[in-house]
T-cell receptor, first 113, second 111 residues
């Protein structure tokens, strides 16, 4: 079983601060990594994907990947109350699993005004 | 608009009944997936299909069945053999390696 681990939180940050969300994965052969945001009662929506080691920035979001350490993170700058949600880390399971995504249990983020 | 449509959004089932959840996509994706989510949990893979008339079991397929007769459609049947079916069910599709696109979900409650 390919594991994806996240701290369940809740992670509480004040408005305007940087929120840092972390994820580790067990399959060293994993190639692609995704961060989804899920509001309560809603379906997940993609925030970012990353395939290469290093940082990838998109607006207030930065994804970081370190394949040697099997570690993925998501930074949210200038956090807003509307960022309060559960953030799911997902890892592509590869061709043998039909390119399904393996998900972590999610980290709950609360941004306080 | 392109997307994934799941129905019904809410469904109530008596114990011992089979129910079928519908999933239709117009994104022209070959691959489709069914996930289950329980409160405070991540998504767990039930079944997936990469082409028409072919599908594979995921991590928690027991008590579920699927069909893929058309590229656009991937219905999920929750059978009476599923002992704890109350959950949020999510259908997704994807073009291959890469992101998955999700429907709005179907919430099943067993009475």
């Amino acid at each position: 079983q390919k594991e994806v681990e996240q701290n369940s939180g809740p992670l509480s940050v004040p408005e305007g601060a940087i929120a840092s969300l972390n994820c580790t994965y067990s399959d060293r052969g994993s190639q692609s990594f995704f961060w989804y945001r899920q509001y309560s009662g809603k379906s997940p929506e993609l925030i970012m994907f990353i395939y290469s080691n290093g940082d990838k920035e998109d607006g207030r979001f930065t994804a970081q990947l370190n394949k040697a350490s099997q570690y993925v993170s998501l930074l949210i700058r200038d956090s807003q109350p509307s960022d309060s949600a559960t953030y799911l880390c997902a890892v592509n399971a590869g061709a043998n699993s039909g390119y399904a995504l393996n998900f972590g249990k999610g980290t709950s983020l609360l941004v306080t005004p | 608009d392109g997307g994934i449509t799941q129905s019904p959004k809410y469904l109530f089932r008596k114990e011992g009944q089979n129910v079928t959840l519908s999933c239709e996509q117009n994104l022209n994706h070959d691959a489709m997936y069914w996930y289950r989510q329980d409160p405070g949990q991540g998504l767990r893979l039930i079944y997936y299909s990469q082409i028409v008339n072919d599908f594979q079991k995921g991590d928690i397929a027991e008590g579920y069945s699927v069909s893929r007769e058309k590229k656009e459609s991937f219905p999920l049947t929750v059978t009476s053999a599923q002992k704890n079916p109350t959950a949020f069910y999510l259908c997704a599709s994807g073009p291959g390696p890469g992101e998955l696109f999700f429907g709005e979900g179907s919430r099943l409650t067993v009475l």
